[in-house]
């Protein structure tokens, strides 16, 4: 069974990191970063208690890229320090643009909102931009998927929560 500790051991240390977007790769060019932070900042202040980062970077093709992904979010502490199990509510996008592989990684906090099908299907509008290296249009999609499943999520949230407060 692959941990956490055994995963760190294989892949090494965590690369340097920006706040918000690090593109480790240098393919987001032309103020292309600056719009991506833009947009996910826009995000997090309309839903503030999530924390989205995205990462692009190259990661060795020996290791699934899955494992890469587990290793990045549990590495990266995204959500802040303390903020873990169900108070982690951030979400990584991951690119690896060499690989042309791409993943979703939400804290454990948002997996109960954030269904794996729905996050598939974001990568899967995505997917055609990616592969084009058309790198802010993809995120654009992205995010504004994003903000729509978390809109239906919230939508829920609140008829639940409107339910309850009826008994």
């Known amino acids: 069974m692959l941990t956490f500790p055994r995963t760190s051991k294989l892949v090494g240390a965590l690369p340097r990191l920006s706040t ?5 790769t240098g ?3 032309g103020g292309v970063a600056g719009k991506i932070s833009k947009g ?5 202040r309309r839903y503030p208690q999530l924390v989205v980062q995205l990462v692009m970077h ?6 699934p890229f899955s494992m890469h992904a587990f290793w990045l979010f ?9 903020k873990r199990g169900k108070d982690n509510h951030a979400l990584l996008i991951l690119i690896d643009p060499y690989r042309q592989e791409s993943a979703l990684v939400p804290g ?12 598939d299907h974001l990568l899967e509008m ?8 058309k790198w802010q249009l993809g995120l654009e999609v992205l995010l504004e998927g994003l903000e729509q499943l978390l ?10 929560q409107h339910g309850e407060s009826d008994f």
């Not at 549990?74 to 303390?82: C, I, L, S, V, W």
């Not at 454990?108 to 996050?119: D, I, M, R, T, W």
């Not at 809109?151 to 639940?160: H, K, R």
Request: glycine residues 8%.
């Open 40 to 44: 996910i900042q826009r995000l997090q």
């Open 108 to 119: 454990y906090g948002l997996e109960p909102l954030l269904k794996q099908e729905a996050l």
């Open 58 to 63: 190259r990661f060795p093709a020996e290791y």
């Open 126 to 133: 995505s997917g055609p931009a990616f592969q084009s290296s």
């Open 27 to 29: 393919l987001l060019r």
């Open 151 to 160: 809109e239906t999520v919230s939508l829920v949230d609140e008829v639940i």
């Open 74 to 82: 549990n590495a990266g502490a995204f959500a802040g320090e303390g």
């Open 20 to 24: 918000t977007v690090a593109d480790t």
